[in-house]
């Protein structure tokens, strides 16, 4: 029993050293092209001094790394199999009794550890982080890199005063400030009364307070003002599903969110398909494992690195299709978010282990 336990300490430590280099090198190499394009966005922009173009971009860095960690798995779980292989430290293991199974059970520990700490800890970590780089990135080169910064977001909205529309060009944090702003402004009676433009607005209860704005009345009049309100019966709850993007809302925010929306009768649909994609990432990060095992294996039997190498990135390439196209589904209301976020994780496992079984005896 001791000699199991220690031969799979080994095995695991070797796959998580394998993983961990490959991490590594996709954070590096995702680091080095952010921060070149942060550069070339910031080349007319005084306040933007290489500090902070660094600054913004190690702050995103963490966001970015996050979408790579199941390719890393898999082609970290392929390494680490070609490596004992050509060592024939597998051919050994499998000639004193111990299967397929054995030794690939202490990367999915590993990996599902993995998979829990990304979510519970790291997730979280990240969402706060991209944030901040965010509001550097508004406040220095001119806009967060969302999808109202390519198109602009409307919005209707009440208030006291009566109702108006809000365009604006980009936004940040929970989507509790906004840059580019227009707020057109209409009496309850429907008629028009005039129109603000700012460079900056922060929701705050029942108003948005309006910064450096222009004021243009109904009669043809502008002037300037520091500091304006514009009344809204628009809460944080609203803002967030308006404008914040799912994959910024950090994962124990996700339920108190989703209540919230409910509460309020707003569609939270994208936030639940957010919620259950984190809940099984874990098991998304196991199906990597199972993939690159049989597509490693087999190779290893036939002789052709090259074969492993294109094997794995089709079988990656075909999982992250199929992962975003569940997503997609799931977004637009088509299929149900549990279905959408589980559906590719557990026909993953299925597929590897099927092929796993074909494969083995063990």
């Not at 990367?107 to 997730?123: D, E, M, Q, R, S």
């Not at 450096?212 to 019966?233: C, H, K, L, M, Q």
């Not at 190498?309 to 149900?336: K, P, S």
Request: net charge neutral; aromatic share 10%; proline share 4%.
């Amino acid at each position: 029993m001791t000699g199991g336990l220690t031969l799979s300490v080994y095995f695991g430590l070797r796959y998580l050293k394998a993983v961990t280099i490959t991490l590594l090198l996709c954070v590096g190499l995702i680091f080095a092209a952010d921060t070149v394009e942060l550069l070339r966005r910031a080349s007319e922009k005084p306040d933007a001094t290489t500090d902070v173009v660094m600054t913004i971009a190690l702050f995103r860095l963490p966001s970015l790394a996050e979408q790579t960690v199941p390719f890393a798995i898999l082609f970290g779980a392929m390494a680490a199999l070609l490596a004992l292989s050509r060592k024939l430290e597998l051919v050994v293991a499998r000639a004193s009794g111990v299967s397929a199974w054995q030794f690939l059970l202490p990367a999915f520990v590993v990996t599902f550890l993995i998979g829990v700490l990304l979510v519970t800890a790291y997730n979280p970590m990240a969402a706060a982080l991209r944030e901040r780089s965010d509001t550097l990135l508004a406040e220095t080169i001119g806009g967060a890199q969302t999808a109202a910064s390519t198109r602009g977001v409307w919005l209707r909205q009440d208030g006291e005063d009566g109702p108006s529309i809000l365009r604006a060009g980009a936004f940040y944090g929970q989507g509790e400030t906004v840059t580019d702003a227009t707020f057109f402004l209409y009496a309850p009676d429907q008629t028009f009364r005039g129109r603000i433009d700012a460079e900056r607005a922060t929701l705050e209860p029942g108003r948005w307070v309006v910064e450096n704005a222009t004021i243009y009345g109904a009669d043809g009049t502008r002037r300037s003002e520091a500091r304006v309100e514009v009344a809204t019966r628009l809460n944080l709850v609203n803002a967030r599903e308006e404008f914040a993007a799912p994959d910024a809302v950090p994962f124990w925010a996700l339920p108190g969110l989703i209540r919230a929306a409910a509460d309020a009768g707003l569609p939270a649909h994208r936030y639940r398909l957010r919620f259950q994609t984190l809940l099984a990432r874990p098991l998304l990060l196991c199906a990597m494992v199972l993939i690159a095992a049989t597509v490693s294996l087999r190779v290893f039997r036939m002789g052709g690195v090259v074969r492993l190498i294109v094997g794995g990135v089709i079988a990656g390439f075909v999982l992250y299709v199929a992962t975003e196209l569940a997503e997609d589904l799931g977004g637009a209301g088509f299929v149900g978010p549990i279905f959408a976020a589980w559906a590719t994780p557990l026909m993953g496992l299925a597929f590897g282990a099927t092929v796993l079984l074909h494969l083995e005896d063990g």
